[in-house]
């Protein structure tokens, strides 16, 4: 057999891997893309949890990638999207809102990149999804956004499991654009320069 560079410097899998809960956690804005759909913009937002035991959480879920992957990508768990339409402004401003009020001084002015840094309180839940071997998984994420303060003092549900409600294969149209929310980063970006 051939030998592997690099594989004295590898970290062994052992099967082990740190999993995340569903409940609340106290986040913080790494990176922010707006881009212009046909419905309106779509705000792409990179996270990690700040707080608590489970601080960097997404961080070495990427850096774990890194030492197996030559283009690896910020784990989908630690991004947020959320829609921009005229017709429908107030679950946008409930975002910005629960940030401003996580924020104390902080008043949004329609510039996204002033949304680095900032934090928020995350509601993760637990969500099912269908892999390309057509299996039924889990995975959590973050489902709502609220203020730091509700997070810190635990008012708040954890949401319902969402399962699928037809576990057959998405088209091809549909993973493709479920796809493009996955973002690759550049090997030693650091938290405040997170490339789309």
């Known amino acids: 057999m051939k030998r592997y560079d690099g594989y004295e410097q590898t970290e062994a899998f052992t099967g082990d891997f740190e999993r995340l809960e569903p409940g609340g956690y106290i986040c913080q804005i790494l990176d922010v893309k707006a881009e212009e759909k046909n ?14 035991e489970n601080k960097g ?19 989908n768990g630690g991004m947020y999207y959320q829609t921009v339409k005229s ?22 002015d329609w510039n ?15 969500e099912e999804y269908e892999n390309n071997n057509g ?33 057959s294969q998405p088209n091809n149209t549909n993973m493709s654009a479920a796809n493009d929310f996955y973002n690759t980063l550049a090997e030693g970006a650091d938290d405040g320069d997170l490339p789309f």
């Open 39 to 52: 419905y309106g913009t779509l705000l792409r937002v990179a996270f990690d949890i700040a707080e608590g």
């Open 57 to 75: 959480y997404f961080r070495r879920l990427y850096d774990k990638r890194k030492g197996s992957s030559d283009s690896p990508k910020w784990p």
């Open 87 to 108: 017709e429908d402004l107030r679950y946008f401003k409930g975002f910005m809102t629960a940030i401003e009020e996580s924020n104390p001084g902080y008043k949004w």
């Open 112 to 126: 996204e990149n002033t949304l680095k840094g900032k934090v928020f309180g995350g509601i993760f839940g637990e």
């Open 135 to 167: 299996e039924i998984k889990a995975v959590i994420k973050c489902r709502w956004v609220r203020s730091a303060d509700t997070v810190r003092s635990g008012d708040f549900d954890i949401p319902e499991k969402k399962t699928l409600s037809n576990h």
